[in-house]
């Protein structure tokens, strides 16, 4: 049986791919919470933390060789559309991110 990841694992890297049309290497964060719950933001602020860590760290390329050279994108699978304050926060983390040469975005699904 496989564990199921997802936001709430802070530690975790949820899934990891490379994107078949630009061919970057993103980063999954699986996201099943309502955000109506009040700990949202906090735990995939702490998640993104841990997912910058994994790339400034190297441990990305030093697991995943064949993401050497290409471009990373942090990707928040929601199960709830965002509401206007996760929003504003996913609006500045696009912002802060790109600072680091990784793309943020989110999608349903």
Same mark, same amino acid.
């Given at each position: 049986m496989s *564990? @199921?990841?997802s936001?709430?694992? @802070?530690?975790v890297i949820d899934f990891i791919s490379i994107d078949q049309d630009d061919k970057?290497?993103?980063l999954t964060i699986s996201d099943h919470l309502s955000?109506?719950?009040k700990d949202h933001l906090n735990l995939l602020?702490? *998640?993104i933390n841990r997912y910058l860590a994994f790339v400034e760290s190297g441990e !990305?390329? $030093?697991n995943y060789p064949d993401a050497k050279g290409r471009s990373v994108c942090i990707r928040l699978a929601c199960k709830y $559309?965002?509401?206007? @304050? +996760? *929003?504003?926060f996913v609006d500045y983390m696009k912002i +802060? !991110? +790109? *600072?680091e040469n990784i793309d943020f975005s989110y999608k349903l699904g």
């Open positions: *564990k @199921i990841v936001i709430e694992q @802070i530690d970057n290497v993103v955000w109506n719950d602020q702490s *998640k !990305l390329f $030093e $559309e965002i509401n206007s @304050i +996760a *929003k504003e +802060a !991110l +790109a *600072k």
